[in-house]
């Protein structure tokens, strides 16, 4: 079946130093798009990347992501951690029948 | 821009109680979803809905019902409250088409006493 895989439920790094997050998934669909949301506390869950193209870097609030097929891999990466990307961040699959799978979420803590 | 509107924000019921959560969105968009949020576990698809008055069950649909009367309207019902249940119960919309983006509403948060 489909689904999607964070492997760390938390990680947490030092303010200026880099991060990454980890997603993998399995599809049998042939047209996906993928995205990385990000949950503040408190707030509703919100797009912060989405792509679709193969090997093709995706930029957004200084955070990019790469799909990768061949790998099957859409890694959520940021060069210098902030105090305020501390948040919940899920990645998404979307196979383009209105299903989206969500793997289970990394809880981001970036500390002073 | 538009707006997702979650209520009530704070739900507290009775075990065995029948319990509705109401979802409303300005965006015009076709697709409406209900997920589940616990932690640790990600987002569990209830239900969602293509358009006016359809109903697709996602893979968390026993013990809920819901409802899509008007385009811009999704209810959810939890059937029968389960004693000392708490979870976030998450109100997204899209276009539609399935590779569009999820405009989330802020949850309502349900706690079974």
């Known amino acids: 079946g489909d689904s999607v895989t964070q492997t760390e439920g938390l990680v947490t790094v030092t303010e200026g130093l880099p991060v990454k997050l980890n997603c993998t998934y399995q599809?049998?669909?042939?047209?996906?798009?993928f995205f990385w949301y990000v949950q503040y506390l408190n707030e509703a869950p919100q797009v912060l990347l989405k792509s679709s193209t193969d090997n093709k870097r995706t930029e957004h609030q200084g955070f990019h992501a790469t799909l990768h097929k061949s790998s099957s891999s859409f890694h959520l990466q940021k060069s210098s951690a902030q105090l305020s990307d501390s948040a919940l961040y899920y990645c998404a699959l979307s196979g383009g029948n209105n299903r989206i799978f969500f793997g289970d979420g990394t809880q981001l803590v970036v500390k002073p | 821009g538009g707006i997702i509107t979650q209520t009530p924000k704070f739900l507290i019921g009775q075990e065995g109680q029948k319990l509705t959560l109401k979802c409303q969105q300005n965006f015009n968009h076709d697709t409406m979803y209900w997920y589940r949020q616990d932690s640790g576990k990600g987002l569990r698809l209830i239900y969602y809905s293509i358009t006016e008055n359809d109903l697709q069950k996602g893979d968390l649909s026993e013990g809920y019902d819901a409802s899509r009367e008007k385009k811009s309207s999704f209810s959810l019902t939890v059937t029968s409250a389960q004693k000392n249940e708490m979870a976030v119960f998450l109100c997204a919309s899209s276009i539609g088409g399935g590779a569009e983006t999820l405009y989330f509403g802020s949850g309502t948060r349900l706690t079974v006493l």
């Open positions: 599809t049998t669909y042939l047209t996906i798009a």
